[in-house]
C-alpha cells in the first residue's frame, strides 16, 4: 500500500517497509488523457484553444494585460460562443498552470481532513483555510488526474 507522507517541497512515499522520496516534480505521475489538447499559450498553435461543452464553446486565451513579463503565459481569458471556431484546437483537461499548482498543493505539506471538512458557500475567503485547500485538490485532481509514483 502506498502512502504519502508530504513535507516541505519533498514527499516520501511508504511502500510497504520502504520508503521512497520524490521532489515535487517528481512525486506524481498524471494521467496521459489529461495531456492531450492545448496546456499553454506558448505551445505552438495553441496561442488559444477550446473547451467543447455540448452545444457550446469556451476560448480560451492569454491576455498579457496587466502584466510586467514576469509572470509565464498562461490562459487567463474565456468567452462562451455557442459554436466553436474551425480552427480552434481543443485544450488539454489538464493546463501546466493547473498541474503546476497541484504539484505546489501535494508538496505544501498542509494537514487538511479532506473527508472532514466542510465546504461552505465561498472556501477561498480565506486563502489559506483547509475549505479552501481541500476545494483546489478536489478540482485540480479532475482536471490533472494522477497517481504517487512507486
Excluded at 72 to 83: G, L, R, V
Excluded at 95 to 122: V, Y
Amino acid at each position: 500500500m502506498k502512502v504519502p507522507v508530504i513535507y516541505g517541497l519533498t514527499m516520501l512515499v511508504l511502500l510497504g517497509s520502504t520508503v521512497q522520496c520524490f521532489s515535487a516534480e517528481e512525486a506524481i505521475e498524471l494521467s496521459p488523457k489529461a495531456l492531450v489538447g492545448c496546456r499553454s499559450p506558448e505551445e505552438p498553435g495553441c496561442t488559444s484553444c477550446c473547451i467543447f461543452e455540448g452545444k457550446s464553446c469556451t476560448v480560451m486565451t492569454w491576455s498579457s494585460r496587466g502584466s510586467d513579463g514576469t509572470v509565464s503565459p498562461w490562459y487567463n481569458e474565456s468567452a462562451s460562443e455557442k459554436e466553436c471556431p474551425s480552427n480552434c484546437p481543443p485544450c488539454a483537461s489538464c493546463l501546466q498552470r493547473n498541474e503546476q499548482e497541484l504539484r505546489t498543493l501535494l508538496a505544501s505539506g498542509k494537514e487538511c481532513d479532506c473527508a472532514k471538512t466542510q465546504i461552505g458557500i465561498d472556501p477561498c475567503f480565506a486563502l489559506q483555510s483547509c475549505a479552501c485547500y481541500c476545494t483546489r485538490l478536489k478540482d485540480l485532481s479532475r482536471a490533472c488526474p494522477h497517481h504517487i509514483k512507486q
